[in-house]
T-cell receptor, first 116, second 118 residues
């Protein structure tokens, strides 16, 4: 079975500062990795995903994430955040094959709060 | 392109009552998912449909929850009777992925239905 751990439930940061949201996963098989963002009272929106290839993945809104297989991590980074990045961020994994292929397993989320 | 539509957006009921949620996926998307998101937690998959067939319902509490996707397009999730612990946001998502394919297609989420059981 797969699981996802988001190490920080809340991350406060000042505007224009860099940020890193941490995600670790556990799985006995290879997985796909995702980061989703959820703005208040809205559904989830895909930021980026890692399927294969380059371990550095670039997404929308200036976010990027790096897949580290040895550390089973997929941390999300942005070099300079804006007030509009205030939201909750979810890391997720899915199995590439099998009966549950495509099903996302989410972490508990990290609330990013950007202060002026 | 229109996104995933869900209704109602909010619902308040008393325990032991029944409730139904509706989802209309993006046109052409074969796969539809229902997730439950309890406050402070990430979404948890309840059921996955491929066209009008169920692919995975292993985490659906079948004694009280039911879901259908007649004609392989829109879907309804029902809770009967509701319990206090069912208070959550119910998210619907859809994707173009075909079961058995190795490429992970993006899941597009609707705005969710926020349920409060009193």
């Amino acid at each position: 079975a797969q699981s996802v751990t988001q190490l920080d439930s809340q991350v406060p940061v000042f505007e224009e500062a860099p940020v890193e949201l941490r995600c670790n996963y556990s799985s006995s098989v290879s997985v796909y990795l995702f980061w989703y963002v959820q703005y208040p009272n809205q559904g989830l929106q895909l930021l980026l995903k890692y399927l294969s290839g380059s371990t550095l993945v670039k997404g929308i809104n200036g976010f990027e994430a790096e897949f580290n297989k040895s550390q089973t991590s997929f941390h999300l980074r942005k070099p300079s955040v804006h007030i509009s990045d205030t939201a909750e961020y979810f890391c997720a994994v899915s199995r590439p094959y099998g009966g549950s292929q495509g099903n996302l397993i989410f972490g508990k989320g990290t609330k990013l709060s950007v202060k002026p | 392109e229109a996104g995933v539509a869900q209704s109602p957006r909010y619902k308040i009921i008393e325990k032991r009552q029944s409730v139904a949620f509706w989802c209309n996926p993006i046109s052409g998307h074969a796969t539809l998912y229902w997730y439950q998101q309890i406050l402070g937690q990430g979404p948890k998959l309840l059921i996955q449909f491929q066209n009008n067939g169920v692919v995975d319902d292993s985490q659906l509490p079948k004694d009280r929850f039911s879901a259908e996707r007649l004609k392989g397009v829109d879907s309804t999730l029902k809770i009967q009777p509701a319990k206090l612990e069912d208070s959550a946001v119910y998210l619907c998502a859809s994707s173009f992925v075909v079961a058995g394919a190795s490429i992970q297609e993006t899941q597009y989420f609707g705005p969710g239905t926020r349920l409060l059981v009193l």
